[in-house]
T-cell receptor, first 116, second 116 residues
């Protein structure tokens, strides 16, 4: 069963527009961790954020913000005032404590294209 | 400090040949993960090491795949009798463990394997 769903395959925006990436997860565990990674055209996965299931505070880091809602099992990511350098594939991932190894289950990714 | 390194960056091989992929984790990181990224399957977990032991090999797709880690550091992923469906980017990640919950996994640049 798919543990992480990123329903948006591709999003294209014009520079300075805001873009929100959706992530819905599924787990029976009460202790789990959620992550967002960015994969630019160079290919390397770059860590953006980690949240645990006990911390529902939203977070803002520069132009990036995250909205974690346990009630809807969602962990959405917003890029404000997008820039061309934000063009990349973004992955949401889930790590469950019961596995003891904390392996990541990734969503399929959302490709963001920011046009100048 | 140095990040996760992987070698080779690209590998082209003929069907039926064996290949070895190497991962050098971040110094001091005790946990090491191998993932595979392919067009059809997305990002999928292969194997996890804690120190030199591999308690979770559940993601290895067949008995042609094996991995080892020596000295709690460098890991080698070996694919025997390669098949065309093994073509993918193989990603290595490492994290420190201890404390509550997983530490962030940091990824290497990957090895792009092409089986002709």
């Amino acid at each position: 069963a798919q543990k992480v769903t990123q329903a948006q395959t591709e999003i294209s925006v014009v520079e300075k527009e805001d873009v929100t990436l959706d992530c819905v997860y599924e787990t029976r565990d009460t202790t789990y961790y959620l992550f967002w990674y960015k994969q630019p055209p160079s290919g390397e996965l770059v860590f953006l954020i980690r949240r645990n299931s006990f911390d529902e505070q939203n977070e803002i880091s520069g132009r990036y913000s995250w909205n974690f809602q346990k009630s809807t099992s969602s962990f959405n990511f917003t890029i404000t005032a997008s820039q061309v350098v934000d063009s990349a594939v973004y992955f949401c991932a889930l790590s469950e404590a019961w596995t003891n190894d904390y392996k990541l289950s990734f969503g399929a990714g959302t490709t963001v294209t920011v046009r100048a | 400090g140095a990040g996760v390194s992987q070698s080779p960056s690209n590998k082209v091989t003929e069907k039926g040949k064996d290949v070895e992929l190497r991962c050098d984790p971040i110094s001091g990181h005790t946990a090491l993960y191998w993932y595979r990224q392919s067009l059809g399957q997305g990002l999928e977990f292969l194997i996890y090491f804690q120190g030199n032991s591999a308690p979770d090999k559940s993601g290895l797709p067949s008995d042609r795949f094996s991995a080892e880690r020596t000295g709690g550091s460098v890991s080698t992923l070996t694919i025997q009798r390669t098949q065309q469906e093994d073509s993918a980017v193989y990603l290595c990640a490492s994290s420190s463990t201890g404390g509550l919950g997983p530490d962030t996994q940091y990824f290497g640049p990957g090895t792009r394997l092409t089986v002709l």
